[in-house]
């Protein structure tokens, strides 16, 4: 992942695309797909929005 983010066309791809590159703990990135997990469960209930398998 270092490698890649060390690549200025690759970091500059992913920001045209919307994406923030970044680095860090595995235990970081768990925590926020807990955390926006909440948020987006929280969003779907409230919008009353259903989905089909």
Same mark, same amino acid.
């Given at each position: 992942?270092? /490698?890649?983010? #060390?690549?200025? $066309?690759? &970091? =500059? @791809?992913?920001?045209? +695309?919307?994406?923030?590159? *970044?680095?860090? /703990?595995?235990? #970081?990135?768990? $925590?926020? &797909? =807990? @955390?926006?997990?909440? +948020?987006?469960?929280?969003? *779907?209930?409230? /919008?009353?929005?259903?989905?089909?398998?």
């Amino acid at each position: 992942m270092l /490698a890649a983010l #060390a690549d200025p $066309a690759l &970091v =500059r @791809q992913m920001a045209d +695309l919307g994406i923030t590159p *970044a680095s860090g /703990a595995p235990s #970081a990135l768990a $925590a926020a &797909v =807990r @955390q926006d997990m909440v +948020l987006y469960r929280r969003i *779907a209930t409230e /919008a009353r929005l259903t989905f089909k398998e």
